[in-house]
């Protein structure tokens, strides 16, 4: 069966066709182009899918793409732009935080989901908050540090702030 959908991407008014059985990741790789976000198992293990949904970090495997119709969402294409990258991104800039970035977009949107819910967390804190994103590369202790320049440096940033004062309004 097919819906006709329309949401919000990265702020720009989209409309869709899906099937029932299309997973939202597949909707914004797929027919939206937004390939930033990726696929590291298709079982809601790895994280690498994250997306924020009305202002809260998901991962887009465990989510019909036709239950998101209405919905604002964010990608790591959304977060900031070349030139203007938000806190979270600089962040894994200046610490090193990615290897061969197959997480990373992921990482960026869970961290930012993160510093929503806590702008200033310890490093346990960071540690469980990302507990649900996997980094083959094992590297860890850099995205901790990445996020805790975040922390420092403007936090979630505009983008996030305003998609969750928006949902919660
Ligand atoms: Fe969604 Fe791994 S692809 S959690
Ligand atoms: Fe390679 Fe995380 S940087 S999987």
């Keep these: 069966m ?10 720009v008014a989209t409309s869709a066709t899906v ?6 990741v597949h909707l914004l790789r797929e027919q939206l182009g937004l390939t ?23 991962k887009s495997c465990t989510v019909l793409a036709a239950a998101a119709d209405g919905a604002s969402l964010v990608t790591v294409e959304g977060l900031g732009s070349e030139g203007d990258l938000s ?30 819910d806590n702008p200033d967390p310890a490093e346990e804190e960071i540690r469980s908050g990302l507990e ?3 980094c083959r590369c094992t590297g860890y202790q850099m995205i901790v540090e990445s996020v805790r320049w975040a922390a420092e440096h403007g936090g979630a940033g505009a983008v996030a702030a305003a998609e969750r004062d928006g949902a919660r309004a």
């Design 132 to 134: 649900g994103n996997l």
């Design 87 to 116: 806190p979270v991104q600089e962040g894994f800039r200046q610490c090193h935080g990615l290897q061969c970035g197959y997480c990373t977009p992921g990482m960026l949107i869970a961290a930012t989901s993160l510093l929503l």
């Design 2 to 11: 097919k819906h006709d959908i329309g949401l919000t991407v990265n702020g």
């Design 36 to 58: 930033g976000t990726h696929v590291g198992c298709d079982s809601s293990n790895c994280g690498a899918c994250t997306v924020l949904l009305d202002g809260e970090a998901v």
């Design 19 to 24: 099937d029932s059985r299309t997973l939202l």
